[in-house]
């Protein structure tokens, strides 16, 4: 298992350049399962979630390839099975995406639950409500979700909760349905308006994504198309605290202020200065940012993917930060790991209070999931001395290439391979 070692306290300066939104790119390789023709996606990030996507697909029988750095091109003339197996699945969660499309293109779908992770029981109840609302014959057996429907039908479906993947399932599942659907309570992010946008350059007929009600109108068929990935602003936003934590002054090129509107104003409350430009955001950390009160929520509020790091960025505020976690219910896992940096947290229920402490001082420590993992390396950024940070195959699923964009800011960070045996605290760690 990689570690990455820092060694803090140097302010970032420079451009740094997103790349595209991972949870952008997973819906529109599984839309590909929805025509026989060929599709072409570009600004794909190389990162471990989307090559576990692609193995999916592939073991499906999908004809997958990379073209270049970030182009993926599929073809699902037909499929080899139309099953998604345990193995897969619970390694990423979205591959339970495959559901919607194997179902309304096959008539049938296999797939496993994805099972918990360690920020939530992350359940899969509104996905197949939505799915037996559109006629679907739901079974739960050994794990695995069977899903038959001859061809769905069009339906009026109402979400519990915006769940993101559950609205990407469904709008997927009804392009193809006999008539009209309705999802209502849809979830409203940039990725369910590119999802929109892809879809209908295939043919089908998608309207009002960005708000809380989709329409789909079913269609007989779909076509390939071509489609560039939005850039992903839940790295632009990591890399705007990165420029703030270490008093620095950092274009992160890419970054939409329109995506990140919630995040922006946060920022801002807390005295940094953010200029938005027509190609990027830039940051200028000069001082102790202000304390504010942060309470997530589905968009367009205060995104979850970027709570543990405006944690890290609180750690150092000029007193004490409210930070309200909504959306999971085991989002606090960086807190304890920050602790070890010397941050001031303290947990009750789904809120944490942090302390802002004058400096944090490099410790080893250990990421548990893929935001918690980035908070550590932003405050290893901050904090005096040496931080190593364990287990980051976390951070490979969602940010590509991040030490070495870092770098060019003049970081001072970079991988090692850990001892096989692992280190003695790592040891320690794992048997507690
Ligand atoms: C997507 O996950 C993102 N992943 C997550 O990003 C993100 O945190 C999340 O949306 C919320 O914005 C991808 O897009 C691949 P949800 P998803 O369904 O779709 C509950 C990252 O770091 N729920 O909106 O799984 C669920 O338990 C990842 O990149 C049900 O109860 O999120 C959770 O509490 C982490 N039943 C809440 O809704 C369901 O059927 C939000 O889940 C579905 C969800």
Request: hydrophobic share 45%.
């Amino acid at each position: 298992m990689d570690k990455i070692i820092i060694r803090g306290g140097r302010p970032l300066h420079g451009e740094i350049e997103v790349s595209g939104a991972k949870n952008a790119a997973l819906p529109f390789l599984f839309a590909a399962l929805l025509t026989e023709e060929e599709c072409r996606f570009t600004n794909i990030p190389r990162v471990v979630d989307i090559r576990t996507a692609l193995h999916l697909l592939t073991e499906l029988g999908v004809e997958a390839e990379w073209r270049d750095d970030n182009e993926v091109v599929l073809r699902a003339p037909s499929v080899r099975h139309l099953e998604a197996p345990y193995e897969l699945v619970k390694t990423m969660r979205a591959s339970f995406l495959v559901l919607g499309p194997l179902l309304t293109r096959f008539g049938r779908a296999r797939v496993s639950t994805p099972g918990g992770c360690a920020i939530g029981t992350r359940p899969v109840d509104i996905h197949l409500a939505g799915l037996q609302q559109l006629g679907a014959e739901i079974r739960l057996q050994e794990g695995y979700v069977e899903a038959t429907a001859s061809r769905l039908r069009g339906a009026r479906i109402s979400l519990d909760f915006p769940s993101v993947g559950a609205t990407e399932n469904l709008m997927m599942a009804a392009t193809l349905a006999d008539g009209p659907s309705q999802i209502e309570n849809a979830a409203c992010e940039p990725e369910i308006v590119a999802l929109q946008t892809l879809l209908n350059a295939m043919g089908a007929r998608v309207s009002g994504a960005g708000g809380p009600v989709i329409r789909i109108d079913g269609v007989a068929r779909l076509y390939g198309a071509e489609q560039r990935v939005i850039p992903d602003r839940v790295e632009a936003g990591t890399f705007l605290i990165a420029g703030a934590m270490t008093s620095g002054q950092v274009f992160v090129r890419g970054a939409r202020a329109e995506h990140l509107d919630a995040f922006v104003q946060k920022l801002r409350a807390t005295g940094i200065g953010l200029e938005i430009e027509a190609d990027g955001i830039a940051v200028t950390g000069d001082e102790r940012p202000s304390r504010v009160d942060v309470i997530t929520w589905p968009y367009p509020g205060f995104p979850t993917d970027l709570q543990a790091q405006m944690m890290a960025l609180l750690t150092l505020g000029d007193g004490r930060s409210l930070i309200t976690e909504t959306v999971f219910e085991n989002r606090f896992m960086h807190a304890q790991e920050l602790t070890r940096l010397g941050a001031d947290i303290h947990i009750r229920h789904n809120t944490a209070a942090v302390n802002g402490v004058a400096m944090l001082s490099g410790a080893p420590v250990m990421a548990t999931d893929l935001r918690a993992s980035v908070s550590l390396i932003l405050a290893g950024l901050a904090a005096r001395g040496k931080t190593e940070v364990s287990r980051v195959y976390h951070l490979d699923r969602g940010y590509e290439k991040i030490e070495e964009k870092l770098s060019q800011l003049g970081a001072d960070i970079r991988r090692v391979s850990a001892e096989k045996d692992g280190t003695a605290e790592e040891r320690r760690r794992t048997v507690v």
